[in-house]
Antibody, heavy 117, light 107 residues
């Protein structure tokens, strides 16, 4: 059974940094593309970043240069390093696994990041 | 970036109703269009992928179709469990983009 478990969320001051983790089980990360998707309170879904099975990465313009997606193949864990955080980065962050047409077929439960002084 | 325009933003419906939600892409995305259902406090759930393919375990009252760059999610015979917010998403090109969402409420 595929499971994704995010962790690392919390309260951080503007300009600060945070690293989110997504522990994957039931499949091997390197065999699938993975994404981070966020949802600000009461708002819609926003794709943040993705990493392909081969390791290629991509980012939304809103986070480019501030966020870095990576993975640890030995631990089967996905990460996103977030820096220079802004109030508008406040959201629940989900990791999600992609399948054949890059649809997000499995999601974690989400972790809340709050950027506030 | 590819823009996804979803409509309506909300609607009220009754159990048993037939619903249609539309998503228009700003350019050709082939059939790289997916539909998700989200309930409050929960992660989104994939309903339909590649425009018209029902994800495993999803009831057959959900269906998807496409005409050019206009994609449609249909719920035939709304059930109490279907009251939720629905999002479309294109996965043709990064950045992957979502529609604004359609909240389906009980009339």
């Amino acid at each position: 059974e595929v499971q994704l478990l995010e962790s690392g969320g919390g309260l951080v001051q503007p300009g600060g940094s945070l690293r989110l983790s997504c522990a994957a089980s039931g499949f091997t990360l390197t065999n699938y593309a993975m994404s981070w998707v966020r949802q600000a309170p009461g708002k819609g879904l926003e794709w943040v970043s993705g990493i392909g099975g081969g390791g290629s990465t991509s980012y939304a313009d809103s986070v480019k240069g501030r966020f870095t997606i990576s993975r640890d193949n030995s631990n089967n864990t996905l990460y996103v390093q977030m820096s220079s955080l802004r109030a508008e980065d406040t959201a629940v962050y989900y990791c999600a696994k992609s399948s054949g047409h890059y649809e997000l077929d499995n999601w974690g439960q989400g972790t809340l990041v709050t950027v506030s002084s | 970036d590819i823009q996804m325009t979803q409509s309506p933003s909300s609607l009220s419906a009754s159990v048993g109703d037939r619903l249609t939600i539309t998503c228009r892409a700003s350019q050709d995305i082939d059939t790289y269009l997916n539909w998700y259902q989200q309930k409050p406090g929960k992660a989104p759930k994939l309903l339909i992928h590649a425009a018209s393919n029902l994800q495993g375990g999803v009831p057959s009252r959900f269906s998807g179709s496409v005409s050019g760059t206009v994609f449609t999610l249909t719920i035939a015979g709304l059930q109490p469990d279907d009251f939720a917010t629905y999002f479309c998403q294109q996965t043709y090109r990064t950045p992957l983009t979502f529609g604004q969402g359609t909240k389906v409420e009980i009339k």
